[in-house]
T-cell receptor
Framework: DQQVKQNSPSLSVQEGRISILNCDYT??????FLWYKKYPAEGPTFLIS?????DKNEDGRFTVFLNKSAKHLSLHIVPSQPGDSAVYFC????????????FGTGTRLQVTL | DAGITQSPRYKITETGRQVTLMCHQT?????MFWYRQDLGHGLRLIYY???????DKGEVPDGYVVSRSKTENFPLTLESATRSQTSVYFC?????????????FGPGTRLTVL
């Protein structure tokens, strides 16, 4: 039972264009959402997060949007750069539950020249 | 080295053998976690620890044992390895148990069970 789903295993985007990575969740108790980025042979690194009391959070080129009614969040990267090529994991948690994260299956983003 | 380290980075073992994966962090973070990453499953929590001598099960704990005698170390032991435990294992730590607290991941250990 996958509570956090990333239905696109891969995405290819041209440099300079927008990358949109999607994530859906089923557990309505989740109230905090995160995106992690992972390069090959490295551990995931935290990218950006959003609380359920917000519908948007922005950090430089990265923006996360949350649609609670649809149980959907998305990560926008504008403009995309070759260094953004990585696997992106969406994660969710219920705050107050010992930081236990539930991860999605990941989306591999390739930014082409 | 500062941060969170894992050893070994790569390990090949045989079915039935005991294997221990090591995790060390230098931040004195209270919480530590073990995840496994498998294709089609993302990262799944195996065990976590809130402090020295306090551990609890995650989503997929069967076949694994953990201990935490010191704050900085959190070894993961496969008592009798099986092929289904072939995976990439990540250790992580966070300063507190608050759900919004960032988890910092180690570089991973790729384990192959033959």
């Amino acid at each position: 039972d996958q509570q956090v789903k990333q239905n696109s295993p891969s995405l290819s985007v041209q440099e300079g264009r927008i990358s949109i990575l999607n994530c859906d969740y089923t557990n309505s108790m989740f109230d905090y959402f995160l995106w992690y980025k992972k390069y090959p042979a490295e551990g995931p690194t935290f990218l950006i997060s959003i609380s359920s009391i917000k519908d948007k959070n922005e950090d430089g080129r990265f923006t996360v949007f949350l649609n609670k009614s649809a149980k959907h969040l998305s990560l926008h990267i504008v403009p995309s750069q070759p260094g953004d090529s990585a696997v992106y994991f969406c994660a969710a948690t219920v705050t107050g539950t010992a930081s236990k994260l539930t991860f999605g299956t990941g989306t591999r983003l390739q930014v082409t020249l | 080295d500062a941060g969170i380290t894992q050893s070994p980075r790569y390990k090949i073992t045989e079915t039935g053998r005991q294997v221990t994966l090591m995790c060390h962090q230098t931040w004195s973070h209270s919480y530590m976690f073990w995840y496994r990453q498998d294709l089609g499953h993302g990262l799944r929590l195996i065990y976590y620890s809130a402090a020295a001598d306090i551990t609890d099960k995650g989503e997929v704990p069967d076949g694994y044992v953990v201990s935490r005698s010191k704050t900085e170390n959190f070894p993961l032991t496969l008592e009798s390895a099986t092929r289904s435990q072939t995976s990439v294992y990540f250790c992580a730590s966070s300063e507190s148990g608050v759900g919004t607290d960032t988890q910092y991941f180690g570089p991973g250990t790729r384990l192959t069970v033959l």
